[in-house]
């Protein structure tokens, strides 16, 4: 199983940017999709953005705007840039690799330790 290994966050005022990388133990080019999740403080789990292998993105509505996912097939990176960010942005984030089945996004790896996103007003 795929074991993602996520880095990038910080400490940010409103309004920063932040860009979050995730490495995986196998190669990003197989794989059909890559989405990121986040967990605010005492919230649920929820899916924010994922990117098919064909490059469409789809996005929450939070984030659309703001967030841009990508991947780098050379690096086998997947990345999340995060702009305008503001205090409800603040969260763990996580990455996975998955599926994209109808309109629906199935995650079908590990999940890592994710990285910490905090943003101050």
């Known amino acids: 199983q795929v074991q993602p290994v996520e880095s990038g966050g910080g400490l940010v005022q409103a309004g920063e940017s932040l860009r979050l990388s995730c490495g995986l133990s196998?190669?990003?080019?197989?794989?059909?999709?890559a989405g990121w999740y986040r967990q605010p403080p005492g919230k649920q789990r929820e899916l924010v953005a994922v990117?098919?292998?064909?490059?469409?993105?789809n996005y929450a509505d939070s984030v659309r705007g703001r967030f841009t996912i990508s991947i780098d097939d050379v690096k086998n990176l997947v990345y999340l840039d995060v702009n305008s960010l503001n205090p409800e942005d603040t969260a763990v984030y996580y990455c996975?690799?998955?599926?994209?089945?109808?309109?629906?996004?199935?995650?079908?790896?590990?999940w890592g330790q994710g990285t910490q996103v905090t943003v101050s007003s």
């Open positions: 996975t690799t998955g599926r994209v089945i109808g309109a629906s996004y199935y995650p079908d790896s590990g």
């Open positions: 196998e190669s990003i080019v197989e794989k059909m999709a």
């Open positions: 990117i098919s292998r064909g490059g469409n993105t």
